[in-house]
């Protein structure tokens, strides 16, 4: 069983209890704890536990660098690139929860403009967009989230082209679009629903895309929707 520390005992662990006590391997890292370094390790932790290409030290040094570094967002956008491409899905996700905490204290518009650029990058990328934003947390602003939602709709449509078996990165893009339409649409309701449901026409009398169909239907059996709108759900799963 993993410790629990104070806050202000944070600055003070070594590498190896902050690795003692991340309960990897295991299937659910020690997030608690991730989320204390994020605002209580200091820089030289964050350069030496890095240097230890642990798993967990790296996820730890990613969200505290995105702290450290808020008020510089470029220069972290561009060093945030290569963990966005992590081999490692953990890393990855430490990425959306370092920049989600930034938006959280600065606000959703300048991080969304940041990491605008991932929005037509790889499917990594993608994926580093699309997971960070669509977080009930940060769509507050009736304006971005329409942003986000038209790009949620750009990104999709990438898949009308898909025939073959999805790579890594695309597999890990459509299950992030396979949760994320619905959370967005919640909180933008009216257009996102006009979007969503514009999409699967398109789908339906155009691309008939296997992959865009899947992150329909994923999308349609989520209970945040249900709950918004049940007999647009219905209206919607008639359709396909």
Not at 20 to 41: I, K, T
Not at 118 to 141: H, I, M, Q, Y
Not at 195 to 203: G, Q, T
Request: proline content about 3%; some cysteine; glycine content about 6%.
């Amino acid at each position: 069983m993993s410790k629990t520390f104070l806050d202000e005992e944070i600055s003070e662990l070594s590498i190896e209890e902050l690795l003692d006590n991340s309960n990897l391997p295991g299937p659910r890292a020690n997030l608690e704890l991730l989320h204390q370094f994020m605002y209580f390790g200091t820089p030289e932790q964050v350069e030496s536990i890095q240097n230890s290409h642990e798993e967990f030290g790296v996820m730890c040094g990613v969200a505290r660098t995105c702290m450290l570094k808020r008020d510089r967002l470029q220069e972290l956008v561009i060093e945030l690139k290569n963990y966005a491409n992590h081999s490692s899905w953990r890393v990855r996700e430490a990425v959306c929860i370092g920049l989600q905490e930034v938006a959280k204290g600065i606000g959703t518009p300048p991080v969304l403009d940041a990491i605008k650029r991932w929005s037509n990058g790889n499917d990594f990328e993608k994926r580093a967009f699309v997971a960070t934003l669509c977080e009930p947390a940060l769509l507050k602003d009736s304006q971005t989230n329409m942003k986000i939602l038209d790009a949620l709709g750009e990104i999709t449509s990438g898949f009308e082209s898909v025939t073959s078996k999805l790579d890594v990165g695309q597999t890990s893009l459509r299950k992030a679009l396979g949760y994320c339409w619905s959370v967005a649409i919640v909180y933008e309701p009216e257009y996102g629903k006009e979007l969503f449901e514009k999409m699967i026409k398109n789908m339906l009398y155009k691309s008939d895309n296997k992959h865009v169909l899947w992150i329909i239907k994923e999308n349609l059996k989520k209970k945040r929707l249900i709950k918004l709108d049940a007999q647009w759900v219905e209206n919607m799963s008639q359709l396909l």
